[in-house]
């Protein structure tokens, strides 16, 4: 199997709600938003470590028996250098404000908004990191004088029984398949 090494595309769209396979994955590809820039050193992907609980034998003051609690929380991080009014209310909340039928700005939600969508990320050398349900935060980030739109997606459970909350594909096994 190929590394995952670094960004190629990034995509946003509905959550995921069967469970996927590379087929699958390519047609949901063909319904999501692509990301169109990424600023330099902003991509990320991290996974907590998990949380454990250790259980001491009295007797011998070893453990005995480890359990763990949660598996670490597992995130996709990027900002967005150039972005549509339509991207931020997408990935940050509140709405468009239009002239006539032209958008012509953002307008901030009253109150936060709890935003839930897929993301998925095409590495360097070709292979796919889904989530099927992300917890998305948007926010304006300063990086490098330009107010980017800095995104964070947080793998939540799939609501959907049978689907998990993150899937890695072989690139070839997704590229080669008919959608």
């Given amino acids: 199997m190929k590394p995952f090494i670094g960004i190629k595309q990034i995509w946003y769209g509905k959550s995921i709600e069967a469970a996927m396979t590379p087929q699958s994955l390519k047609t949901w590809l063909e319904t999501a938003k692509e990301v169109k820039n990424s600023h330099q ?63 012509v700005g953002w307008e901030s939600p009253e109150t936060p908004e709890l935003i839930y969508m897929a993301v998925v990320g095409k590495t360097k050398t070709g292979n796919y990191v889904v989530f099927t349900n992300a917890g998305i935060v948007g926010k304006s ?19 959907t029984e049978g689907v998990s909350d993150e899937y890695w594909f072989d690139g070839e096994a997704v590229d080669s398949t008919e959608s």
Avoid: C, H
Wanted: glycine content about 12%.
């Fill in 41 to 103: 050193d902003t991509w990320g992907y991290t996974q907590d470590d998990p949380s454990v609980q250790d259980y001491i034998n009295e007797l011998t003051g070893k453990t005995y028996y480890r359990d763990v609690t949660d598996g670490g929380t597992k995130t996709i991080t990027f900002t967005m250098g150039e972005y549509a009014f339509e991207d931020k209310v997408a990935l940050q909340g509140g709405k468009v404000v239009k002239s006539g039928e032209t958008v």
């Fill in 141 to 159: 980030n300063m990086v490098e004088k330009n107010i980017g739109l800095g995104v964070t997606a947080v793998a939540m459970e799939n609501n």
